[in-house]
């Protein structure tokens, strides 16, 4: 790609983020969240900004792990990409920024993006395994809603299924994969997928990437419940990790972006099963993603800079 072309694909880029951040910005409840905020300790909020982006900064170390046996070395650059990617996935309904970061990734090192999005797959099992672990263990150890104890044998079969997953996944070699019948570029492609998830998912890779799964999502709690202490929200640490578990299953499928007004509803409808009345509630949910969204936008934003169009080694 020549410098010119690789010049405007950042414009046309830039363009796109601005008219994604506008049409965010008409969605955001964020004049509320600024109310809200009048009267929170403004202290506990920083701590809670700075908690939520060490969060993020956790799964990008965890991602690094598995990309790292392919070849991909730069902790740096893993790190731009998962906040460019987190970033993207705030303003965007769908997970365009899980693609954009495998392709950021794949650009900027020449390693396939099939084995770029195999590392990609590794991790996000091990998120959705880091979930299943608090939903589990929350849910045999609280007092937890209606709502979410009744998931609590589907999480716990689902949790030993994905443990069986990995621990077969970890036995297989990578020479084991089927390779015949690779006539074509789709088929090519799965096969390196699959090459790579199997070569790159030892044991001890998928025990770091699960210590590191579960420091993530520890942290994530912490920033919920700090925020809720700096806007004085009387709500117990059980019934943070309820909401926090709550919300967790909305953002499955965002149906708006940054998962606006989906995020508030949930949060306040867990929230009252713990005698915490709705408003409150709601403007302490639109704090936790001022402090969630906004600053992952503006730093994953800064760090995309020079990642688009980036040639392998440039």
């Known amino acids: 790609m020549t410098a010119v072309r690789r010049r405007w694909l950042r414009v046309a880029a830039l363009l796109i983020l601005a008219v994604l951040l506008v049409a965010f910005g008409r969605h955001g409840g964020w004049r509320?969240?600024?109310?809200?905020?009048?009267?929170?300790?403004?202290?506990?909020?920083?701590?809670?900004?700075v908690v939520n982006q060490i969060s993020l900064a956790l799964k990008a170390v965890r991602w690094w792990v598995f990309?790292?046996?392919?070849?991909?070395?730069?902790?740096?650059?893993?790190?731009?990409a998962t906040?460019?990617?987190?970033?993207?996935?705030?303003?965007?309904?769908?997970?365009?920024?899980?693609?954009?970061?495998?392709?950021?990734?794949?650009?900027?090192?020449?390693?396939?993006?099939?084995?770029?999005?195999?590392?990609?797959a590794l991790e996000r099992v091990l998120d959705a395994m880091s979930y299943l672990v608090l939903l589990v263990s929350a849910a045999w150890m609280m007092d937890l809603p209606e709502m979410l104890l009744r998931w609590r044998t589907a999480a716990s079969v689902a949790l030993a299924v994905v443990v069986v997953a990995l621990m077969m996944l970890s036995r297989r070699s990578a020479s084991q994969v089927p390779r015949r019948g690779l006539g074509t570029t789709v088929k090519a492609y799965a096969q390196r997928f699959t090459s790579s998830a199997s070569d790159i998912a030892t044991?001890?890779?998928?025990?770091?990437?699960?210590?590191?799964?579960?420091?993530?999502?520890?942290?994530?709690?912490a920033t919920y419940h700090t925020v809720a202490l700096a806007a004085h929200l009387p709500i117990s640490l059980s019934g943070t990790i309820a909401a926090f578990l709550a919300v967790g299953?909305?953002?499955?499928?965002?149906a708006?972006?940054?998962?606006?007004g989906v995020f508030q509803m949930i949060y306040a409808m867990t929230a009252r099963g713990f005698g915490i009345a709705e408003s409150p509630a709601v403007a302490t949910?639109?704090?936790?993603?001022?402090?969630?969204?906004?600053?992952?936008?503006?730093?994953?934003?800064?760090?995309?800079?020079?990642?688009?169009?980036?040639?392998?080694?440039?």
Do not use: C, Y
């Open 83 to 120: 906040f460019a990617g987190a970033s993207l996935n705030n303003l965007v309904v769908a997970q365009g920024g899980e693609g954009a970061r495998v392709l950021l990734v794949a650009r900027a090192t020449g390693v396939s993006s099939a084995r770029v999005a195999a590392a990609l």
């Open 67 to 80: 990309l790292r046996p392919l070849g991909v070395l730069s902790l740096w650059l893993v790190v731009r």
């Open 285 to 314: 949910a639109l704090l936790i993603q001022t402090i969630q969204v906004l600053p992952t936008i503006a730093i994953g934003t800064l760090m995309s800079h020079g990642l688009i169009g980036r040639a392998p080694d440039e």
């Open 256 to 260: 708006t972006p940054g998962n606006v």
């Open 203 to 221: 044991p001890g890779r998928l025990v770091v990437g699960l210590l590191l799964s579960l420091g993530a999502w520890a942290l994530q709690v």
């Open 249 to 254: 299953i909305s953002f499955l499928i965002r």
């Open 32 to 49: 509320a969240a600024a109310t809200a905020a009048r009267g929170a300790d403004v202290g506990l909020l920083v701590l809670a900004l």
